[in-house]
């Protein structure tokens, strides 16, 4: 509890220059997460380094974020919905609206992307709808270019100080990395990049870690193969169910009274 309270303090410093906040935030999840290997231990065997993959140019996805703004031009979505954003799990979710109903959402998927990614769009994919929520699934393609938590942490905690600073009662419902059997030899850095955003989303009431991905495992650990399109990276049918069940057992009680509201 005493951690807890400590992470709180360092997390809420909002004076602080943000470099000195991100560091005292990753030190403090360092002590709290209890993960057996250094956040910054992972060696990649790739000729990557240390650090994973390099962080492609978040421009790539410039025409796509204009996409999305000319269709708010047409019809502009309402303010204190629930914005959902994140890479081609959320992209491809096409019964989203309904199975997440009655929440009124904002879909904003753009396959391929990361942290950096949406860290980089944050006021044009999250802050300019002035959402009373968002729900975050990145991360997936962070921990496959082995990017361990001491490179992929910094730009989570960056982006809910961007939000929050515009959005102080802002709610973030940040979704578990998913397992698939594609990538599953790379299992060890989504566990690792798990483990630190679920101690970091103890350190803020407005914080959620949702837990999606042990719902995808089997008895044996192994990815449910049912469950995955034949690319066995991303989800069919019987995945988004798994999805759709877990996300309206801990988002929906808490958003759904909301929606008379805003």
Known sequence: ??????IKMIYRNYFRPIPYRILGCVLAVIAISGTERSLFAQQPENGWGKWGAPYKDPERWEAKIREFEERDLKSPPPEGAVVVVGSSSIGLWRTIHRDLAPLTVIHRGFGGSNYNDLLHFTDRLVVNYKPRAVVVYEGDNDAAGRRPPGVVFPKVVEF?????????????????????PLRFDRWDYYLDNNRTMEAFCRSDDRL??????????GEDGSPLPEIYAEDRNHMNEK??????????????PVEAPHEAKE
């Open 239 to 252: 995945g988004y169910e798994i999805w759709t069940r877990v996300l309206r057992e801990q988002i929906i």
């Open 1 to 6: 509890r005493r951690r807890t309270v400590e």
């Open 160 to 180: 809910v100080l961007r939000v929050h600073e515009a959005l102080p009662d802002c709610r973030i419902y940040f979704l578990s990395a998913k397992p698939s």
């Open 208 to 217: 959620a870690y949702v837990d999606i991905a042990s719902a995808m495992l």
